[in-house]
């Protein structure tokens, strides 16, 4: 058995007072590629929030590598292995490509490595981040924050709004990713997609989890898709 990452035990989190997250119990496995599906606002975000220390935590633990991290603030969290690209894209429009890279360097990241993933950005390098296009600012985002060589990337619906050719680029390149050793957790709403790429995969239901299983399982139980996630989830 590989070993745990990141586990969540209990977890009860949400805005304010509110709780979004209801007892949310997962795992994250050393080198596994899990998806996390479901229905518009059942939690997902959400989840990776609670995971970097985004939102507010009632109750429950989060451990990283056996530690507890729930109250570390986000950039602790970030310096421990936790790399979150959000569904915002947040890269700095007035900076070029190169110092947008520049500014998430940490622990002897190399440029050049991102660059080897994303020659596209090499080429825009002098550009700045607001004269990209949507897929390339996405490939920054995603960029920027291996620039901070986190043991644990987490993907927030990194293929929102993009042409199926640029998805297809950067799911390419979240299999690279996954075949050099990182351990991605995916947030996707393209469901066809996910289960393609995930090797495990949990769906989200008003903030808990209803399913978790094997990729190949869920996608030949057309029933259990349809009742939780719906069978309006866009294809490819
Ligand atoms: N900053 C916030 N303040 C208050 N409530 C929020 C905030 N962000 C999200 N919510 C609420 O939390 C719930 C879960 O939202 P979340 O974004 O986690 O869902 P999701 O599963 O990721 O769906 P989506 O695909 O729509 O992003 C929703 O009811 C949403 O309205």
């Known amino acids: 058995m590989a070993e745990t990452l990141l586990e969540l035990e209990n977890v009860v989190a949400g805005y304010g007072e509110t709780h979004i997250l209801r007892n949310l119990s997962l795992k994250v496995v050393q080198g596994e590629r899990l998806a996390i599906i479901g ?15 985004l939102t507010r935590q009632h109750s429950g633990t989060i451990r990283l590598k056996g530690q507890p991290i729930d109250r570390l603030p986000p950039h602790k969290r970030s310096r421990l292995g936790l790399g979150l690209v959000p569904q915002t894209r947040d890269i700095f429009p ?57 043991d644990i990337i987490l993907l927030d619906e990194p293929l929102e709004g993009l042409a199926p050719v640029i998805c297809e680029r950067l799911v390419a390149v979240f ?11 995916l947030v996707e709403q393209h469901t066809a997609i996910a289960l393609d790429f995930a090797e495990r995969v949990i769906i989200i239901e008003q903030g808990g989890i209803v399913f978790e299983g094997a990729a190949s399982e869920l996608k030949s139980n057309k029933e259990l898709l349809d009742r939780h996630v719906g069978i309006a989830a866009p294809h490819h």
């Open 175 to 185: 299999q690279e990713l996954s075949r050099r050793g990182h351990t991605i957790v």
């Open 94 to 150: 007035s900076l070029t490509v190169e110092e947008n890279l520049q500014a998430g360097v940490r622990n002897g990241a190399s440029i050049e490595e991102a660059y080897d993933l994303f020659p596209r950005l090499k080429e825009r390098r002098r550009n700045g981040g607001r004269q990209l296009s949507g897929g390339e600012q996405q490939m920054l985002a995603v960029a920027r924050t291996l620039m901070g060589k986190p």
């Open 39 to 53: 229905r518009n606002g059942v939690g997902k975000t959400t989840t990776l929030n609670t995971v970097m220390g």
